[in-house]
């Protein structure tokens, strides 16, 4: 352990899963294998939407910065793993381990306000289809994504900023697989209470109010389903939001889980496995539904294809 002046500890170390070690190559193998497929697929998407004027639509324009929130957080954590995974462990500086935690909330915070943005937007959709081109018109659009990010930001650096002037005086062994914020405050040798305090007011409003938001929309949207008459008509409406609704439940489950519900009786290594879901599993398999689902990106994606071969 670094120290300057005998009491400031300049880097961390991050045990990651010590316990698997001996299977650690099978491991790394799974681990840089999905995290090749996430940045492919995720930069896929963005390339897709950007290139092919059929995607040209708000929720593929959402869909793209959600992609790009998707490989914010798995270049930003997933790398770190790797090399911890090869060698027992990882070493992080202290301004590098604050600055994973700030892209890393970076992400979390923008991907939560998108996920509620791209709610209205299937809300507007279904809902009110006849007026739904001139609400959610170009302008309206980039507002919304310009104020996801902007929040997304500033919070996230509010909270970095706050992080970055706690004292950390030792020890410096993090057991968990990157710069989280609560195994943070358990190293520092000040009192963190305030800084919970704040977080709790950031987080609520972000995580609770954003979820239940997305909830009330899709009652409206699954009781405009239901008044729908034909069987196909009903199945159209509804495979426009599956992907997304599949995507929500994933995300805020595992927030809800990590951060809301109370620690106690929860093992470390349990916590670490459910960081993986949003950390490396969300961002896989969210190119994955949303290809799926989507016969415009499948098409897409063939033509793109095509093109490339000839």
């Known amino acids: 352990m670094r120290v300057e ?34 940045l492919t ?3 896929l998407i963005i390339v897709l939407v950007s290139t092919s004027y059929k995607l040209h639509s708000p929720m593929y324009f959402f869909l793209s910065h959600l992609s790009v929130t998707d490989i914010i957080i798995t270049a930003t954590i997933v790398p770190n793993i790797l090399h ?10 202290f301004n590098g381990c604050i600055t994973q935690f700030f892209f890393f909330a970076v992400s979390l915070t923008t991907e939560s306000f998108l996920l509620t943005v791209m709610s209205y937007d299937r809300y507007l ?10 609400i959610m018109d170009t302008r309206l659009q980039y507002h919304l994504v310009f104020w ?18 706690l004292q950390f005086c030792g020890p410096n062994v993090i057991d968990h697989v990157f710069c989280d914020f609560d195994p943070l405050l358990e190293l520092s040798c000040i009192d963190p209470s305030i800084l919970k305090l704040e977080d709790l007011v950031f987080t609520v409003p ?11 929309t899709y009652v409206c949207i699954f009781l405009t389903i239901l008044r729908i008459p034909s069987t196909s008509g009903r199945q159209k409406a509804f495979s426009t939001c599956s992907s997304h609704l599949t995507v929500v439940f994933s ?9 809301q519900v109370p620690s106690r009786g929860h093992s470390v290594n349990f916590k670490k496995l459910l960081s993986l879901l949003y950390i490396v599993v969300t961002p896989f398999f969210n190119p994955i539904i949303y290809s799926l689902r989507s016969q415009e990106i499948r098409a897409a994606f063939r033509k793109l294809v095509s093109m490339k071969t000839r």
Request: aromatic residues 18%; charged residues 5%; contains cysteine.
């Open 5 to 38: 002046n005998q009491t400031r500890v300049t880097e961390f170390l991050l045990l990651g899963f010590k316990d698997l070690q001996s299977l650690r190559i099978p491991v790394f193998c799974l681990f840089l294998g999905i995290y090749i497929m996430t």
């Open 41 to 43: 697929g995720n930069l």
């Open 84 to 93: 911890g995974i090869l060698e027992g462990g990882a070493t992080i500086y």
């Open 125 to 134: 959709a279904i809902c009110h289809p006849l007026r739904y081109t001139c």
């Open 148 to 165: 996801s990010w902007f929040f997304g930001f500033t919070i996230a650096l509010f909270i970095a900023t706050q992080l970055g002037m």
């Open 206 to 216: 972000i995580i609770i109010l954003s979820f239940f938001f997305i909830i009330a």
């Open 251 to 259: 995300f805020y489950g595992t927030l809800i889980i990590i951060y």
